[in-house]
Nanobody, 136 residues
Framework: QVSLVESGGGAVQSGGSLRLSCEVS?????????????IAWFRQAPDMEREGVAC????????YYPESVKGRFILSRDDTKNIVFLQMDDLKADDAGAYYC????????????????????????WGRGVQVTVSS
């Protein structure tokens, strides 16, 4: 079983930065199985659809960022603590919303996921989310 807990949300001014953390806990399965999971961050603003903003496919350590956040959001990880970080810089009002960490089993990388047009599809393990507020 894989479970996720997010932290690090808060309020910042436009142009500011935040770092979100996703702690990945594993129980009842081979710990090395985490290397066959993809970890993604999604966000959802009020009255908007949920959208993926960053994804790490651990199979080949490949990452993907949509154009809306490319160059501003960066994923990193601390494997000793099983934490995936999302560094968010130059935050804009449009970045505000609830941010969720999610995971799915994926024995493939971003290139394959992109070929299938499914980078952010199939995520079935979710954290509770954290709130990000960006004021102008």
């Amino acid at each position: 079983q894989v479970s996720l807990v997010e932290s690090g949300g808060g309020a910042v001014q436009s142009g500011g930065s935040l770092r979100l953390s996703c702690e990945v806990s594993i129980s009842g399965i081979d710990p090395t199985a985490i290397d066959r999971y993809a970890i993604a961050w999604f966000r959802q603003a009020p009255d908007m659809e949920r959208e993926g903003v960053a994804c790490l496919y651990r199979y080949d350590n490949s990452t993907y960022y949509p154009e809306s956040v490319k160059g501003r959001f960066i994923l990193s990880r601390d494997d000793t603590k099983n934490i995936v970080f999302l560094q968010m810089d130059d935050l804009k009002a449009d970045d505000a919303g609830a941010y969720y960490c999610a995971a799915r089993w994926a024995a493939w990388g971003v290139e394959t996921a992109m070929r299938l047009n499914a980078v952010f599809d199939g995520f079935d393990i979710w954290g509770r989310g954290v709130q990000v507020t960006v004021s102008s």
